[in-house]
Structure formats: structure tokens, C-alpha cells
């Protein structure tokens, strides 16, 4: 009380009596303000999340686990090629639709019940160049059935290019060879309808009746042996 104080800098009266001013910082034409240390400048530009200042400039710094820094349309991204579609094996490279990455290669990616054989979705089962595996091709008059290359179909199956297939559920040929059923129908009794009657499963499209299809026994996509059939749901001779 009774004393005079330049209100300008004093620190503990900044810009008015008994204003006094926070820790680390000082007062400055009767205005607490920040003072910064030697080699650091005050700053008002905040890193986006997800970014460091590195040299004066906010960047994308990748962690650990095989990622690395792509540069992409909507910005920098942390990726990891050997897992990544749309950037394998490098940034930018991206795999075909229907394929995902692999250790750093695009792998074509089938649905259950199928295998890829030379860049395609085949079913061993029934497929005369692949047949049990891929690559293993029948020979001329003979057809693939169930993963193994025979003279003739078995009962119920009808030769179809050299395939056997279950005309009565197969919907790419449902009720004749050839014959494919629409997107999103099934095949059940050789006719194309949008679900399968009452105890008869489902498999890829195909009514499959899982207690005595060869090619599905017990669950879709399990084929009995050479020389079996399917009982109850279970392969025997």
C-alpha cells in the first residue's frame, strides 16, 4: 500500500495492482506472457494426432510390428506390406478385387469348399484339372468325383464336361449341365429358388442333403473317399 509500480513489468502488479503473474512467466507491457528458454520459440501450430514435430514439421512417425510410412491421397499412413491389399510388398502397389496380401504377395482368396489352383477358385472335388488337388488333371474319359479321377460318375451324378455334377443341387448346373442359377438362388431338386426346402443344407448354392451327399457328408464341402458313400451323415464303404 502507498508504494509506486510500473504496471508494465511488474511481476507481481502486471497491468494492474496485486495482478501478479504465473510461474514462467513474466510481464510484458502490463501483459503476463509466456518466456521461452534458449533454442525454443513460442508457437501456436498444434500436430494433428497421430503426428511428432520432427525439425520443425509434423510428420507421421510408424511404431514397430513391419509397418512403414506410405504417402497416400488423404495423407501419410502407417502401413504394413506384408499384410496390406492396397499397399503389398510396397507402398502403392494394390492387390486385384478378390485377392488380399500374403507375406507381401497378393493370394487369391476362396470361400470354403474351394481351393485356388493357378489364379482361379476351383472345387477339388469335382474339377477335372484339379481333382483331389491342384494340378492333378484326369485323364482323357475320365471324370472327377469326389477329389478322385474315375471311369464314370457316381449315383446321382451326371458327367458334365468331365465333372460330376448333382444336377439336383449344383447351381451352375441345376436341372441340365450348364444351367446356372441367378445371384443369390440356390439349387434344390434341380429347380433355382431363393433357399432350400426343409432338411437340406446350404453349401456355396447348393441344396445339399448332408446325410447322403458324397461330396457334403455330415457338413459342406466334406467328401467321402473313392469307394464310399455317405450314411447318416458319415462316410463308409
Known amino acids: 500500500m502507498g508504494q509506486c509500480r510500473d504496471l508494465r513489468n511488474d511481476p507481481t502488479n502486471c497491468g494492474a495492482c496485486g495482478t501478479m503473474r504465473a510461474v514462467g512467466m513474466v510481464c510484458v507491457a502490463g501483459v503476463c506472457d509466456i ?41 501419410d499412413v502407417c502401413v504394413n506390406p506384408q499384410t496390406d491389399p492396397n499397399h503389398y510388398g510396397m507402398c502403392g502397389n494394390i492387390c486385384p478385387m478378390g485377392q488380399t496380401c500374403v507375406s507381401g504377395v497378393c493370394t487369391l482368396v476362396c470361400v470354403a469348399g474351394q481351393a485356388a489352383c493357378a489364379g482361379q477358385c476351383v472345387v477339388l472335388a469335382n474339377d477335372r484339372g484339379n481333382c483331389g488337388a491342384c494340378g492333378t488333371m484326369c485323364a482323357t474319359g475320365e471324370v472327377c468325383s469326389g477329389g478322385t479321377c474315375q471311369t ?35 439349387c434344390s431338386s434341380g429347380t433355382c429358388r431363393v433357399s432350400c426346402l426343409t432338411g437340406i443344407t446350404d453349401c456355396m448354392g447348393s441344396c445339399r442333403d448332408l446325410n447322403s451327399d ?24
Open 35 to 75: 518466456v521461452c528458454p534458449a533454442g525454443q520459440t513460442r508457437c501456436g501450430t498444434a500436430c494433428p494426432m497421430g503426428q511428432w514435430c520432427v525439425t520443425g514439421a509434423c510428420q507421421t512417425i510408424c511404431g514397430g510390428g513391419g509397418t512403414t510410412l506410405c504417402r497416400a491421397t488423404s495423407g
Open 152 to 186: 464314370s460318375c457316381q449315383v446321382g451324378q451326371m458327367d458334365c464336361s468331365g465333372s460330376c455334377r448333382d444336377l439336383a443341387s449344383d447351381p451352375n448346373n441345376c436341372g441340365a449341365c450348364g444351367t446356372a442359377c441367378p445371384s443369390g438362388q440356390v
Open 214 to 237: 458324397v461330396a457334403n457328408c455330415g457338413m459342406c464341402g466334406l467328401a467321402c473317399a473313392s469307394g464310399q458313400v455317405c450314411t447318416s451323415g458319415m462316410c463308409v464303404r
